[in-house]
């Protein structure tokens, strides 16, 4: 026994000896143990990025469970990662109807962005409002809202609509289309845009059935915008330009370069997200030609003012509020109104008007 003690205390004085002595050996070590602890950082640091982009992945997938999970791991071990977790954490108990948390965290990250470096600062002050029941202080959804949601849901209404047989609201709204300009022979080489355009739809309608001979589509959802991309008839894109803005950005800087360029605007289901309704008919005033016309579908309500619904989130209106301020901004001209009920509160009004002269 003290023979091989002695022998392995020989083996480690021999292998001190080859690395130079013993404070050589601990040196070495130490700078191994250095390295060691840099690489388990690095990974860490790897770690916290790869739960927080997890997180949002299950989130703009509507796993929000796992979304929750997530960020709250990370909230955990690294407390201090981003303020945005907060967001996230709100949002999602808020999908979840756990009302009392999503309040919670959207005032806690509205605490920790003070400043102006809150990018989704317009988002968490819309939920808290809607949570508050603060409704009238709301004019509109906030874009990056409505583009992370019509993002969340592109792939499965793209999928819903090749499979499904039953007639739509879209369908309807276009029937309405076709029949005015077929009325008004206005059945042909149009230059058509196409408001919150998404899949492409009314697109692929347009130019099957040769109204349009130029069509400009906006929506400022990147993923509904990669099929209507995708859409073709006879060899070529039906789309001539698409514009991956919201409405009103298109707006901001369209109007000048696209002035009187239209004979069609089409706006399917846009307003129920966007209560500016001056600005709307304003707008697509200036950037309509001649006679063009205007045809949108719009949420209506029995009631004498605008209202809003928090679930899910739209503005409905009055409509002699619509046919007031569309006369009002050069619309004069009302050639159809076809109403589709939803229930005794609510229903799907088509209007297609016709621009009047100044």
Not at 36 to 51: F, G, P, S, V
Not at 340 to 348: D, E, Q, R, V
Request: with cysteine.
């Amino acid at each position: 026994m003290f023979h091989a003690i002695g022998q392995k205390i020989k083996e480690v004085a021999s292998y001190i000896s080859r690395k130079g002595g013993l404070p050589k050996l601990l040196s070495d070590q130490a700078l191994v143990f250095k390295k060691k602890c840099a690489e388990t950082y690095l990974k860490m640091q790897d770690l916290k990025k790869t739960n927080f982009e997890l997180g949002i992945f299950h989130f703009r997938k509507g796993n929000f469970r796992d979304a929750i999970l997530r960020f709250r791991l990370l909230l955990f071990f690294v407390p201090d990662y981003s303020p945005d977790i907060y967001y996230y954490l709100g949002r999602c108990y808020g999908e979840r109807e756990q009302y009392a948390q999503a309040k919670q965290y959207l005032s806690r990250y509205l605490e920790e962005t003070t400043d102006q470096s809150g990018k989704f600062k317009e988002g968490a002050v819309f939920y808290l409002a809607i949570l508050n029941g603060n409704f009238k202080d709301l004019d509109k959804i906030p874009d990056s809202i409505l583009e992370e949601r019509f993002d969340r849901v592109a792939e499965k209404y793209n999928t819903a609509v090749e499979k499904s047989s039953r007639k739509s609201v879209q369908d309807i709204f276009w029937e309405c289309v076709y029949e005015v300009t077929t009325h008004l022979n206005k059945f042909a080489n149009n230059s058509v845009l196409d408001l919150g355009c998404g899949i492409g739809n009314l697109g692929q309608k347009c130019r099957e059935s040769k109204i349009a001979s130029i069509i400009t589509g906006v929506d400022l959802s990147s993923e509904m915008l990669i099929f209507a991309r995708g859409r073709n008839f006879i060899g070529h894109q039906v789309y001539d330009h698409l514009v991956h803005r919201s409405p009103d950005e298109f707006f901001s800087i369209a109007v000048p370069q696209y002035s009187g360029m239209y004979q069609i605007i089409l706006a399917f289901d846009l307003l129920r997200y966007y209560s500016n309704m001056d600005e709307f008919f304003t707008k697509a005033w200036a950037m309509g030609a001649n006679s063009c016309l205007l045809c949108f579908s719009i949420l209506v309500s029995n009631s004498e003012e605008r209202e809003f619904l928090s679930n899910p989130e739209r503005f409905v209106y009055p409509i002699s509020l619509i046919k007031e301020r569309a006369s009002r901004h050069g619309w004069k001209e009302l050639m159809l109104e076809r109403d589709l009920t939803i229930n005794s509160h609510f229903k799907t009004t088509i209007f297609v008007f016709r621009k009047s002269p100044t």
